[in-house]
Nanobody
Framework: VQLQASGGGLVQAGGSLRLSCAAS????????MAWFRQAPGKEGDIVAH????????YYADSVKGRFTISRDNAMNTVYLQMNSLKPEDTAVYYC????????????????WGQGTLVTVSS
């Protein structure tokens, strides 16, 4: 089972990026998918998660109204659309998967991608 994250890069404050996480090795239709991020010197935190059906989503307060998580189960891919980016969004972003309902806790997730770096300049 592999999760491959992509789409990170350097963007100016106020700009947008879309991250993708492609899953392979199994079907993730019964799995919640999530994005976490880890800034330098800080603990990793939940950004958003989405139920396997796509109907239920969760966002950290810091990204509400700016980020949107979505998924395409036919493509085994989850996305994170990030708009109005701020310098404090700078971090390595990781996608993760767990069976059943999504949670905000890293230890609950069974599968992890390798991370993609997002850098937002002021």
């Amino acid at each position: 089972v592999q999760l491959q994250a992509s789409g990170g890069g350097l963007v100016q404050a106020g700009g947008s990026l879309r991250l993708s996480c492609a899953a392979s090795g199994r079907t993730f239709t019964s799995y919640a998918m999530a994005w976490f991020r880890q800034a330098p010197g800080k603990e990793g935190d939940i950004v958003a998660h989405i139920k396997w059906s796509g109907g239920n989503t969760y966002y950290a307060d810091s990204v509400k109204g700016r980020f949107t998580i979505s998924r395409d189960n036919a493509m085994n891919t989850v996305y994170l659309q990030m708009n109005s980016l701020k310098p404090e969004d700078t971090a390595v972003y990781y996608c993760a998967a767990k069976y059943g309902t999504g949670t905000i806790y890293r230890d609950d997730y069974d599968y992890w991608g390798q991370g993609t770096l997002v850098t937002v300049s002021s």
